[in-house]
């Protein structure tokens, strides 16, 4: 506390001694002017109300605004710290969403050219089914040709006997028909 308000009794000290020699000097008369009645009390006095301000009511309240100071200044530094450290966060969380986007496209490109080749795959097999399927349809209607080939040719002797009846039986009857005109 004597630290603190060693100006004060620097002060004080420096007040009584140059009063003392203004009046040892009689510097009041030679300026003309009247003593001064109560100065040096009015000096103590003033320096009492000094020393009593500064250690219960100026100095409380100077550290008061120190210490919020000092605490806005902290606060203020740590917002800035959490704050860059946000930024950071952000931008690797930017970054992670970019590489998941990439991620996501390759991810979606390969799936496509699988599909893709999955389709070309099914459409191979389906014409391969279809070229087997039409060859076993022509061999079976080539078999059904054949088979109607030997049934027709087994009949060609009675349907050749029935053409030439039916042939003969209508030439018998267009020619009794003309007899009977």
Do not use: C
């Not at 100095?59 to 902290?74: C, F, I, K, N, S």
């Not at 690797?92 to 986007?101: G, I, K, V």
């Not at 030997?150 to 009857?173: F, G, K």
């Amino acid at each position: 506390m004597i630290r603190r308000n060693s100006y004060i009794f620097v002060l004080a000290v420096l007040f009584f001694l140059f009063a003392h020699a203004l009046d040892a000097i009689g510097f009041w008369g030679f300026a003309g002017l009247p003593e001064p009645h109560g100065y040096r009390w009015q000096g103590g006095l003033f320096l009492i109300f000094l020393f009593i301000g500064q250690n219960w009511i100026f100095g409380p309240y100077l550290r008061v605004l120190e210490e919020r100071e000092a605490q806005t200044t902290r606060k203020k530094a740590a917002a800035e710290k959490v704050e860059a450290g946000a930024r950071e966060d952000q931008r690797r969380y930017l970054a992670a969403m970019h590489e998941a986007d990439h991620r996501a496209a390759r991810t979606r490109e390969e799936q496509v050219e699988q599909a893709e080749a999955e389709a070309r795959a099914a459409v191979s097999q389906a014409r391969e089914a279809s070229h087997r399927r039409q060859e076993e349809f022509l061999r079976e209607i080539e078999a059904e040709g054949d088979g109607a080939r030997r049934d027709l040719q087994a009949a060609v002797p009675s349907l050749s006997q029935w053409i030439v009846e039916q042939t003969l039986s209508r030439r018998a009857a267009d020619e009794g028909s003309r007899e009977n005109r």
